[in-house]
């Protein structure tokens, strides 16, 4: 009998990535290839949706080489949150793909506080230039006021595959708009007709959405009864591959900054943190992922270290003993959460003359702020995490995991697969029917 397949594609900002699983969420197979980098002009930050396609098919092609494609049952795609594009009613790009960093929309973002006032939680994550709203009504106003489709990143290259236009998913949506509490685009949005009617029909992630076409199934060799299942955005993948599931579970991301975010009974958003929550698993057993992001980091520690030296230090240290600096970390002055201060300063004096003290106090700081963090969201509503599973690359760190361990007095541990392609394969794995 076939072994059973399921694939994630991932859509990040430089590059796609794929990921093919057997029903005992085993890797099979996976693969992944550069994008070019994006086009910028001052704050305007943009890729070519054709560009996309080119890399996904390089992606496919060649994966077809290592996995049986014949035995793909499902598909599920996570691209960068709040990538938006416009198409005509072929499914044609009509305008350039506004990345989540474009920062041209400030005109639209004051449009926006005004139109949506009451500030609901729902409001205030499109009033933000990381948005995809207020990015769409500037590209109707400057570029694509024929279009007929708002695309996010995931579902324009969910369409290549079905051909069927006009679907994505909830959290994909949140940042164009969309009401996770009531289950529909909020009412205000007529007051945007030509945007509200390019919107798309909104699905839960794994929902399936559509069957795979008969030119992709000719093309790659999928399986001819292959179908397309919702997916999401690649931070939420993220999370997903790490396998947590259950209310006080939490994940943080020690990259080059710190984010932090845990499985809650309830949402909580609170704008003055930048805190929101995306819905977290199907309608039945629905909870929420919440979180929030520090301006600290790794991007401090490289500040002044290599990743040579900082392994070096790493074995040098003694994670059971503190240092007593207090250093907060920050690259530049300014902080939103876990504390809300734009005119905070680094705190990183004194410095020892010992560069291994140094760079403990750094580990020490940032571990600091991962406790506040989770002290922040337990104040607001979530729970204070049981465990936290570490993704980023300082999740390797065990002198660091020790410190965070006694610092936040929870079970750390560092997750087998981090990568957000393994998320939505497993997303594909879970599918749900219509």
């Known amino acids: 009998m076939s072994k059973v397949l399921f694939l994630g594609i991932d859509a990040g900002t430089s590059g796609i990535r794929a990921c093919c699983i057997d029903q005992q969420a085993n890797v099979v197979a996976e693969l992944s290839r550069p994008l070019p980098p994006s ?6 930050i943009s890729q070519a949706p054709q560009v996309w396609a080119e890399v996904l098919d390089q992606v496919l092609t060649a994966l077809s080489q290592q996995a049986h494609f014949q035995n793909i049952e499902r598909i599920a795609i996570d691209g960068t949150s709040g990538t938006v594009l416009f198409t005509d009613d072929q499914g044609q790009p009509t305008s350039p793909a ?15 506080q005004a139109l949506a ?3 609901t939680p729902v409001n205030s994550i499109v009033q933000s230039l990381a948005a995809g709203l207020p990015k769409l009504m500037w590209l109707h106003e400057h570029e694509s006021q024929d279009a007929r489709f708002a695309m996010h990143q995931a579902d324009w290259l969910g369409f290549l595959l079905t051909g069927q236009a006009g679907h994505s998913d909830v959290n994909n949506c949140l940042k164009t708009g969309y009401d996770p509490f009531e289950n529909k685009w909020p009412d205000w949005l007529r007051a945007l007709p030509n945007i509200r009617q390019r919107l798309p029909t909104v699905h839960t992630p794994g929902e399936v959405i559509a069957p795979i076409s008969t030119e992709a199934i000719d093309k790659y060799g999928f399986a001819k009864h292959c179908q397309l299942v919702a997916g999401t955005t690649d931070s939420h993948a993220a999370i997903l591959a790490t396998g947590i599931q259950q209310p006080g579970e939490a994940v943080t991301s020690l990259g080059s900054t710190l984010v932090v975010k845990v499985i809650s009974e309830s949402p909580v958003f609170d704008e003055r943190y930048g805190i929101y929550s995306q819905p977290f698993g199907p309608p039945s057993e629905r ?4 979180g929030g992001g520090s301006n600290s980091g790794g991007a401090v520690l490289r500040h002044y270290f290599s990743d040579e030296e900082m392994s070096a230090m790493s074995e040098a240290i003694d994670p059971t003993q503190d240092t007593g600096l207090d250093y907060y970390p920050l690259l530049h002055t300014g902080e939103r ?4 201060d734009p005119a905070l300063a680094p705190r990183l004096s004194p410095r020892p003359d010992d560069d ?4 403990q106090g750094l580990l020490e700081g940032i571990a600091s702020i991962e406790h506040q963090a989770y002290q922040r969201l337990a104040e607001l509503g979530a ?10 690359g300082g999740a390797k760190n065990t002198a660091w995991t020790q410190i965070r361990k006694r610092y936040c007095n929870t079970e750390i541990q560092q997750s087998e697969y981090t990568e957000a392609a393994y998320g939505s394969a497993l997303l594909a794995m879970q599918g749900i029917s219509k």
């Open 39 to 44: 086009d910028v002009t001052g704050k305007q």
């Open 98 to 112: 506004l990345m989540y960093n474009d920062a041209r929309s400030q005109a639209q973002v004051t449009q926006l």
């Open 117 to 119: 006032a009451d500030n």
């Open 287 to 290: 909870r929420w992922l919440v």
């Open 337 to 340: 959460f876990p504390i809300n």
């Open 356 to 359: 291994v003290t140094f760079f």
């Open 383 to 392: 729970p204070y995490p049981t465990s936290i599973c570490t993704v980023g």
